[in-house]
């Protein structure tokens, strides 16, 4: 029972920044105006909770992309926005916008969700045919390759006057959130739960192929689900709210530097942290400017890249660069 | 494996050594001197004036970014001791279109046509050189200083700027927002005419700079600690050659627009057309198949397919793509 007390009021905070997300917003809505008025029920209950909820979703989503990636490619600095993984989606949207308009979100989600896989993949195999020489060069390979696909994207949008729009849906954000647009990232929670009950096959995958192999672990199968899992999650989030940077990155690392790298005992802490810091990430972007908002995904570049380079620099001082 | 590589590597350069260096510099300075006068002569139409100064501008440009990025890309190369990194990944990019954006963002889509000007393009190469330069100071001069730390720091601080330039970019009206994105890609052909004297007088004064250390340059390629043996003065050397690499690179983004792959195409044909490590000799080689590039894709481009307006992103694409398969084939960064 000890052991599960911090757990306990780590939860109970999240939940307290969730009830915060609920009650804060432009439209003035409190907890007595919800049991007398019906007005805004309604919109308590079709803007409020799926924003809340799409919040809570995406930020899980991309923690455990983070997590599985780290583990899988068994280094620090890898997430789907450091491996081009994101920009093979972006890719994928756009392609599809254009040759098809009018489909619908579902099959939008299962292209930038097929683009990830082969993003997540491309990077893979270049990963495996270089020799690493530093820890850090993998997330410079990555970078270079989300380069080269963005360039591409950059040159469709261009050429077909799409600039703009590329521009609004990178920083998406949850403004837009409202009932019937969020529920795709329920896949997401599926994924979460996946991953947990594989939680230990991933750790044995971790420590390398050898190692894994014969510990009598199927290895390429492991190999391929955790991908097939990252491209889900990495594509579903993408349509829905835009690129999420640094969140896989940071609060895995962080969980890792308090409490060791078993990812089960781990994983209830990295969906906790990661909510919460979405969550508010998006409280500031919604307050700080009221009555306009900064998307949270912004303030969520802001903050993580700032964490990045200090973690970079942490590790730096470490001696282990 | 890796022996073998080496072995191969090694004995390519002395079968090619038919053409000693000297003529085969002589040769792709003929080429680039055609391909020049090609430009300039060839296909006018109508007043010959009016032709002639538009495309000496275009030349002007071209020369200024050619120089700028294959000589600091080939120096860039030298201090971080790899063949494949460009200068363009420290951020140079991600500062210039934070600029732009902010400026649109807070004063409107006039605001890029009446601040054109020297103070403005002074105003941006100086911030661009200083943030390459804290980021050196501040990273890569300590005990622990590494040069890839240094490098991701800086991507990283890039992806920041980004997001925030989209956040910005979406909240443009539509033709703010026209106005704002011919700024953001590579525009040789538009670039203004009153920036020239300046620019080239930046790169007459870092390449005389460049070309006095030369000697230098080749020591570096040897490593710290025998570099320092021979009497280089390693860390100063690199201060002073990261400084002449930004402001290269900072001065030709700010003249027209960021190229990311541009200068490692030429770095790495240089070096395979020369085939040999000297400065002397790689320094200039770079700059001609640099302007072989432009002037020559300029030229096809615009006489052959009609369509003057996609050299950068062609160049772009194309490089990636040959980054891309040095990558795999080189296998290692």
């Given at each position: 029972?000890?052991?599960?007390?911090?757990?306990?009021?780590?939860?109970?905070?999240?939940?307290?920044?969730?009830?915060?997300?609920?009650?804060?917003?432009?439209?003035?809505?409190?907890?007595?105006?919800?049991?007398?008025?019906?007005?805004?029920?309604?919109?308590?209950?079709?803007?409020?909770?799926?924003?809340?909820?799409?919040?809570?979703?995406?930020?899980?989503?991309?923690?455990?992309?983070?997590?599985?990636?780290?583990?899988?490619?068994?280094?620090?600095?890898?997430?789907?926005?450091?491996?081009?993984?994101?920009?093979?989606?972006?890719?994928?949207?756009?392609?599809?916008?254009?040759?098809?308009?009018?489909?619908?979100?579902?099959?939008?989600?299962?292209?930038?969700?097929?683009?990830?896989?082969?993003?997540?993949?491309?990077?893979?195999?270049?990963?495996?045919?270089?020799?690493?020489?530093?820890?850090?060069?993998?997330?410079?390979?990555?970078?270079?390759?989300?380069?080269?696909?963005?360039?591409?994207?950059?040159?469709?949008?261009?050429?077909?006057?799409?600039?703009?729009?590329?521009?609004?849906?990178?920083?998406?954000?949850?403004?837009?959130?409202?009932?019937?647009?969020?529920?795709?990232?329920?896949?997401?929670?599926?994924?979460?739960?996946?991953?947990?009950?594989?939680?230990?096959?991933?750790?044995?995958?971790?420590?390398?192929?050898?190692?894994?192999?014969?510990?009598?672990?199927?290895?390429?199968?492991?190999?391929?689900?955790?991908?097939?899992?990252?491209?889900?999650?990495?594509?579903?989030?993408?349509?829905?709210?835009?690129?999420?940077?640094?969140?896989?990155?940071?609060?895995?690392?962080?969980?890792?530097?308090?409490?060791?790298?078993?990812?089960?005992?781990?994983?209830?802490?990295v969906v906790l942290s990661s909510v919460a810091l979405m969550i508010a990430c998006d409280l500031v972007g919604r307050t700080l400017v009221a009555p306009l908002e900064i998307p949270a995904t912004v303030v969520l570049g802001a903050v993580g890249a700032v964490v990045?380079?200090?973690?970079?620099?942490?590790?730096?001082?470490?001696?282990?660069? | 494996?890796?022996?073998?590589?080496?072995?191969?590597?090694?004995?390519?350069?002395?079968?090619?050594?038919?053409?000693?260096?000297?003529?085969?510099?002589?040769?792709?300075?003929?080429?680039?001197?055609?391909?020049?006068?090609?430009?300039?002569?060839?296909?006018?139409?109508?007043?010959?004036?009016?032709?002639?100064?538009?495309?000496?501008?275009?030349?002007?440009?071209?020369?200024?970014?050619?120089?700028?990025?294959?000589?600091?890309?080939?120096?860039?190369?030298?201090?971080?001791?790899?063949?494949?990194?460009?200068?363009?990944?420290?951020?140079?990019?991600?500062?210039?279109?934070?600029?732009?954006?902010?400026?649109?963002?807070?004063f409107g889509g006039g605001v890029l046509a009446v601040t054109d000007g020297m103070p403005k393009l002074l105003t941006q190469t100086l911030l661009m050189v200083c943030f390459t330069m804290l980021l050196f100071r501040w990273l890569f001069s300590g005990r622990s200083?590494?040069?890839?730390?240094?490098?991701?720091?800086?991507?990283?601080?890039?992806?920041?700027?980004?997001?925030?330039?989209?956040?910005?970019?979406?909240?443009?009206?539509?033709?703010?927002?026209?106005?704002?994105?011919?700024?953001?890609?590579?525009?040789?052909?538009?670039?203004?005419?009153?920036?020239?004297?300046?620019?080239?007088?930046?790169?007459?004064?870092?390449?005389?700079?460049?070309?006095?250390?030369?000697?230098?340059?080749?020591?570096?390629?040897?490593?710290?600690?025998?570099?320092?043996?021979?009497?280089?003065?390693?860390?100063?050397?690199?201060?002073?050659?990261?400084?002449?690499?930004?402001?290269?690179?900072?001065?030709?983004?700010?003249?027209?627009?960021?190229?990311?792959?541009?200068?490692?195409?030429?770095?790495?044909?240089?070096?395979?057309?020369?085939?040999?490590?000297?400065?002397?000799?790689?320094?200039?080689?770079?700059?001609?198949?640099?302007?072989?590039?432009?002037?020559?894709?300029?030229?096809?481009?615009?006489?052959?397919?009609?369509?003057?307006?996609?050299?950068?992103?062609?160049?772009?694409?194309?490089?990636?793509?040959?980054?891309?398969?040095?990558?795999?084939?080189?296998?290692?960064?």
């Open positions: 029972m000890r052991r599960r007390l911090p757990l306990l009021l780590a939860t109970l905070g999240v939940l307290a920044l969730i009830t915060v997300s609920l009650f804060v917003g432009s439209y003035d809505i409190d907890l007595w105006s919800l049991f007398t008025d019906p007005e805004a029920r309604r919109m308590f209950f079709i803007s409020r909770v799926p924003r809340t909820l799409a919040l809570v979703l995406a930020a899980a989503a991309m923690a455990v992309s983070g997590v599985i990636m780290q583990m899988l490619v068994q280094n620090r600095f890898v997430e789907p926005t450091t491996t081009g993984t994101s920009e093979w989606a972006a890719l994928g949207v756009l392609l599809l916008t254009l040759f098809a308009p009018a489909a619908s979100p579902l099959v939008k989600m299962g292209a930038a969700s097929a683009f990830a896989f082969a993003g997540a993949m491309v990077f893979l195999f270049v990963l495996g045919r270089i020799a690493l020489k530093s820890q850090v060069i993998v997330p410079i390979v990555g970078i270079m390759l989300g380069a080269l696909i963005s360039s591409l994207t950059l040159y469709i949008a261009s050429t077909y006057q799409l600039l703009q729009t590329l521009a609004t849906w990178r920083s998406g954000g949850f403004s837009s959130v409202v009932r019937g647009t969020y529920e795709p990232l329920w896949v997401v929670g599926v994924i979460v739960i996946g991953l947990y009950l594989a939680a230990d096959r991933f750790t044995i995958a971790g420590l390398g192929r050898d190692t894994a192999t014969s510990l009598g672990l199927p290895y390429r199968r492991i190999m391929f689900i955790g991908l097939t899992m990252v491209a889900l999650a990495t594509g579903v989030t993408t349509v829905v709210v835009g690129f999420l940077p640094f969140l896989g990155l940071i609060i895995p690392n962080l969980v890792s530097m308090a409490r060791g790298d078993d990812i089960r005992a781990n994983l209830p802490w990045f380079v200090a973690m970079i620099l942490r590790q730096r001082k470490k001696a282990h660069v | 494996m890796s022996e073998k590589r080496l072995t191969v590597r090694a004995a390519a350069p002395a079968r090619r050594r038919a053409l000693p260096v000297a003529a085969r510099l002589t040769l792709a300075g003929t080429i680039a001197a055609t391909a020049v006068v090609c430009y300039l002569f060839l296909f006018i139409q109508g007043s010959f004036d009016f032709a002639f100064e538009r495309r000496l501008t275009v030349i002007g440009t071209m020369a200024v970014v050619a120089f700028a990025h294959a000589v600091g890309t080939v120096v860039f190369q030298t201090i971080t001791h790899n063949r494949i990194l460009t200068p363009s990944i420290m951020g140079f990019d991600a500062v210039y279109i934070l600029m732009q954006t902010l400026l649109v963002a807070f200083g590494s040069i890839h730390v240094m490098l991701l720091v800086g991507v990283v601080l890039g992806l920041a700027f980004r997001s925030v330039s989209d956040f910005l970019q979406r909240m443009l009206s539509p033709s703010e927002y026209d106005v704002l994105s011919t700024r953001l890609f590579g525009r040789l052909t538009s670039a203004e005419a009153s920036y020239l004297p300046l620019a080239g007088a930046v790169c007459l004064i870092v390449g005389a700079v460049v070309w006095y250390r030369c000697h230098r340059l080749d020591a570096l390629l040897l490593g710290r600690d025998a570099a320092t043996n021979l009497g280089v003065d390693h860390k100063r050397e690199l201060t002073v050659m990261l400084l002449m690499v930004s402001l290269l690179i900072a001065m030709s983004t700010a003249l027209a627009g960021p190229m990311t792959f541009f200068g490692f195409v030429t770095a790495m044909l240089a070096y395979q057309m020369t085939g040999t490590h000297r400065h002397a000799a790689v320094l200039p080689m770079a700059f001609f198949i640099g302007v072989i590039t432009l002037v020559g894709g300029q030229f096809i481009l615009e006489h052959v397919f009609y369509a003057s307006g996609m050299l950068t992103v062609v160049i772009e694409f194309l490089g990636g793509a040959v980054f891309l398969l040095h990558l795999l084939r080189k296998g290692t960064l």
